[in-house]
């Protein structure tokens, strides 16, 4: 996606990082910086180490770690401040600092994103309360790129849907309130689940607070007007297409996350794969040093790296052509100089160098990785689980596959990977009989340990593994009027056809449609968004037939004008009756006069922002998705994807799984 001139977000990194910093200055002379693990991440994507000890920052500790030491007089901690663990260690290592040191050391606390009264209670019965000095840091969106922001809520998942703490509802409402307040309100607000209802209702309510507190009506006002440069915002709760984050990626990006894992931009991986760092080349061209095997090599995974860039989105099926196709230009390139004949050309050769040598490490880099993600997509056991996704999301009788589970559990894989094809049975088929549920959860406790009793509850809680029911009746499409009332299941049966989700022909080299990222399964939730946006090329694709799927490829992807987005769900209340939660479509108004004003000095409103907020987050093959769209759509209107997180679907079992062991029979 192009950058956005309405919403630039690197004017969201730069406020960050001022913020953070004057808050560093505020506290004079050298300091220690205990910060919690979970934001170390985070804080790094918007300013670096080297910054923070030009700000009098001497030595940096996670706070998880409990070894804060007395070399500094000035002791800041940085945390959220929505749980008690938090405030507990602060107030542990302040006390201990307190009874061991000689020096009188002056804390301070920086709450990320607000103080709150849980923090201040645990701190005033720790004693320490009146020892420290507080401060607030507005830390919400964090750019992961220029088209994704996310508040980075690692257990945002967990708490919506397993603890059901809404505090990440309320969170995600500050944030979008930001952006409003500083771009204005969006015009309409389109969304789908109960959790994104709750988040819908609690912006009205916000933006009502917000006019009723403010001393200066005027000003109010003004900042309370339609948005000239945003179209719409399409909230979608992650808990109407569990199925879609359960199934494997199948595009590099998303296949680097499942072998490695990526957070918050960087992936640790094995120096072996991807060489040493650059600063250890030397050292390691020696002979083998045991003590060098096995070492992580943090690895940067942004469009500050023009290769992944290129290639993060692509199915994994042509991944390796294009590295291959980069390095043979890379070698020809290179090869130019010895037919550089004047100055001007070794000239030009030379001040290219540069490129060139970043070009190669990062070709380098990427070679080893795609080399180890080809490695294991071409393994027996990727085989096996991926044609039961396959046939799972395809709506093939679910008991064929029970065999296949089987044998994977007699084969001892590893349990999130079983417990994955479980739950995508149960989200597209509307649950398991009973006597099959019962008979693999024998066989998981048998094979993994009793303790995963405590799993299947978690799984049960969050309704991604059930027994199928009688209630099941609610899955029949029309079956209600309205929104699906609580405990209904998204229908996959119908939506396939409805909406399409199972595409035959796929083009995986030059993509024509959204399910190239699966292989032939276009994730539900980004069909909902092109629902809104892409309404004319939905109708093509679901109401003539199979050979339409090419309908989308050039131009804008089947769009007539910028103001689809204010049409709603028009069109698609049907199919829509058969996915999970309420839906809405609501408009936000101001005063006529100055709306009308403000969309006669902005034009027509072509090329205006649509932003996707995924609720309990999102997939990198959702994002990768909603970029092709965003490409067929340049012109006409440009995407910015908002989440809480990004999602796995190992991450998802990981906050279910019972990390304690009760032993094996």
């Not at 950058?3 to 990194?13: A, C, F, Q, V, W």
């Not at 070679?367 to 056991?381: C, F, H, N, P, R």
């Not at 030059?510 to 539900?524: E, F, Q, R, T």
């Amino acid at each position: 996606m192009a950058p956005h001139p309405g919403i630039d977000t690197e004017l969201i990194k730069a406020k960050a990082r001022k913020d953070l910093l004057d808050l560093l200055e505020g506290v004079r002379g050298k300091k220690n910086l205990v910060i919690e693990k979970s934001l170390a991440g985070p804080v790094g994507i918007f300013v670096k180490f080297s910054t923070l000890q030009d700000y009098g920052v001497d030595k940096v500790f996670f706070l998880e770690n409990d070894n804060v030491d007395a070399s500094q007089r000035n002791i800041i901690f940085l945390a959220r401040g929505e749980k008690a663990s938090q405030p507990i260690a602060i107030a542990e290592q302040i006390r201990r600092l307190q009874k061991s040191s000689s020096i009188e050391h002056e804390f301070s606390v920086v709450w990320v994103p607000r103080r709150t009264l849980v923090c201040n209670k645990i701190l005033e019965d720790a004693g320490v309360l009146g020892d420290i000095s507080v401060e607030e840091f507005p830390l919400y969106f964090i750019p992961l790129e220029h088209d994704v922001l996310s508040l980075t809520l690692e257990d945002s998942f967990g708490d919506l849907y397993l603890r059901r703490d809404p505090t990440t509802i309320f969170l995600a409402a500050q944030a979008l309130m930001l952006i409003q307040q500083n771009y204005g309100l969006f015009p309409r607000i389109i969304g789908k689940g109960d959790n994104a209802r709750r988040l819908m209702e609690l912006l009205f309510r916000m933006r009502s607070e917000a006019l009723a507190g403010n001393s200066n009506p005027s000003s109010s006002k003004i900042a309370m007007m339609p948005s000239a440069s945003i179209e719409s915002l399409i909230i979608i709760d992650r808990e109407i297409d569990f199925a879609t984050v359960l199934l494997t990626p199948l595009t590099y990006e998303g296949l680097i996350d499942e072998l490695f894992g990526i957070k918050d931009n960087q992936a640790e991986i094995d120096s072996s794969i991807v060489g040493p760092a650059p600063g250890t080349q030397a050292s390691s061209t020696n002979q083998a040093n045991p003590q060098q095997q096995g070492l992580k090599r943090k690895i940067q995974l942004d469009s500050s790296d023009k290769l992944y860039e290129q290639v993060r989105d692509t199915n994994i099926a042509i991944s390796g052509r294009l590295l291959n196709k980069v390095a043979r230009r890379l070698e020809s390139d290179y090869e130019s100089r010895h037919v550089a004949k004047s100055t001007s050309e070794l000239r030009d050769f030379v001040n290219k160098l540069p490129g060139y040598q970043s070009e190669q490490q990062s070709l380098k880099i990427h070679t080893g990785i795609a080399g180890e993600v080809m490695k294991y997509t071409q393994s027996d056991l990727f085989s096996r689980v991926l044609e039961v996704q396959q046939n799972l999301a395809e709506g093939n009788d679910p008991a064929s596959q029970h065999d296949a589970i089987e044998e994977l559990i007699a084969r001892a894989i590893p349990l999130p990977t079983v417990l994955r094809l479980l739950c995508l049975e149960s989200c597209v088929s509307g649950g398991l009989r009973p006597k099959e549920l019962d008979h693999f959860k024998r066989l998981i406790l048998h094979a993994y340990g009793y303790q995963h009793l405590l799993t299947f509850d978690a799984l049960e809680k969050m309704l991604l593994l059930h027994a199928r029911t009688a209630a099941n009746v609610l899955l029949l499409p029309n079956a209600i009027a309205g929104g699906a009332p609580a405990g209904a299941k998204t229908n996959y049966a119908y939506l396939r056809k409805a909406l399409r989700l199972i595409v035959e022909e796929v083009n995986e080299q030059d993509p024509n449609d959204i399910a190239y990222v699966y292989s032939g399964y276009a994730p539900l939730s980004v069909r909902l968004v092109q629902c809104v946006i892409q309404k004319q090329y939905l109708y093509t694709i679901t109401k003539a037939g199979p050979g339409n799927a090419g309908a989308m490829t050039g131009g804008g992807g089947g769009s007539t004008s910028s103001s689809t987005a204010a049409q709603g769900w028009h069109g698609f209340e049907d199919a829509l009756k058969s996915v999970r939660g309420e839906t809405f479509n609501r408009v936000q108004k101001g005063e006529e006069q100055a709306s009308k004003a403000r969309h006669m000095l902005s034009g027509a409103g072509v090329g205006r922002t649509v932003l996707v907020m995924f609720l309990g987050g999102i997939s990198f093959t959702e994002i990768a998705a909603l970029r092709f769209i965003a490409q067929r759509e340049e012109g006409v209107r440009r995407l910015l994807v908002c989440t809480t997180d990004v999602v796995s679907g190992n991450g998802i079992m990981e906050v279910a799984i019972e990390k304690g062991d009760f032993g094996k029979v």
